[in-house]
C-alpha cells in the first residue's frame, strides 16, 4: 500500500516562492500529479509528470510560473512554486495517476491529506 504526503505549504506574500514536496512510501510511484482547491471551489489540475521525469504538463495558470519535478531516489514529487498570486491560496494535494487522462482528478487515486497554501495580497 503507498501512502502519499505533501508538505511545504504555508503563508507567503504576493510575488513569493514555496516548494511543495509529495513524498511517497510504501512502493515506488509512477506518475504523479498536483490538483488544488481553493474554498468554495472545484479541485482543479495544477501539473503532472511522467514517471521518468518527461513529459511534464502545467495548467496555463500557473505556466511559466510553477516547475513539476521529481527525485525518483527519494520517491519524491516537488512543485517550486514563483511569482505565487493571491488566487493561487488552495489545498495542495498529489496523487497517482493510473491512466486515461492527466487533468482529470478521476484519473487519480492515494490521494495525500494535502498542504495548505496562503498568498497574502
Known amino acids: 500500500q503507498v501512502q502519499l504526503v505533501e508538505s511545504g505549504g504555508g503563508l507567503v506574500q504576493a510575488g513569493g516562492s514555496l516548494r511543495l514536496s509529495c513524498t511517497a512510501s510504501?512502493?515506488?510511484?509512477?506518475?504523479v500529479g498536483w490538483f488544488r482547491q481553493a474554498p468554495g471551489k472545484e479541485r482543479e489540475f495544477v501539473a503532472h509528470?511522467?514517471?521518468?521525469?518527461?513529459?511534464?504538463y502545467h495548467a496555463n495558470s500557473v505556466k511559466c510560473r510553477f516547475a513539476i519535478s521529481r527525485d525518483n531516489a527519494e520517491n519524491s514529487v516537488s512543485l517550486q512554486m514563483n511569482s505565487l498570486k493571491p488566487e493561487d491560496t488552495a489545498d495542495y494535494s498529489c496523487?497517482?495517476?493510473?491512466?486515461?487522462?492527466?487533468?482529470?482528478?478521476?484519473?487519480?487515486w492515494g490521494w495525500g491529506t494535502g498542504t495548505l497554501v496562503t498568498v497574502s495580497s
Open positions: 510504501g512502493r515506488a510511484v509512477r506518475s
Open positions: 509528470i511522467h514517471w521518468s521525469g518527461s513529459p511534464a
Open positions: 496523487a497517482i495517476y493510473y491512466g486515461d487522462g492527466v487533468y482529470d482528478d478521476i484519473n487519480y
